[in-house]
């Protein structure tokens, strides 16, 4: 059984940074395609980084030079440090794996979200 797990939510204010993680298992995250999305308030759910199993990332462009998608292969770990948090970046954070290395097909895994919230 695949599951993501995510922590390090939590409430800062703007200026601040959080790093999110997004620990899977029964999934290897080495070589495999993987994102984070974010669901804010009154709004549907958009991805904010991917990485593809050859390393290629992609943000989108509100975090791009804010957020950083990385991963930890020995700990099967996928990370997204967030800086210079801004109140709009508040949302429900998740993360997503594809059961293969390419990110042409859906999203097959998701974890339970942690909540950021940046006050101004």
């Known amino acids: 059984e695949v599951t993501l797990v995510e922590s390090g939510g939590g409430s800062v204010h703007a200026g601040g940074s959080l790093r999110l993680s997004c620990k899977a298992s029964?999934?290897?995250?080495?070589?495999?395609?993987m994102a984070w999305f974010r669901q804010r308030p009154g709004r549907g759910r958009e991805r904010v980084a991917i990485m593809d199993g050859g390393g290629i990332i992609d943000y989108a462009n509100a975090v791009k030079g804010r957020f950083t998608i990385s991963k930890d292969n020995f700990e099967n770990i996928l990370y997204l440090q967030m800086n210079n948090l801004e109140p709009a970046d508040t949302a429900m954070y998740s993360c997503a794996a594809v059961d293969g290395r390419t990110c042409t097909t859906g999203f097959d895994y998701w974890g339970q979200g942690t909540q950021v919230t940046v006050s101004s």
């Open positions: 029964g999934y290897i995250v080495s070589g495999s395609c």
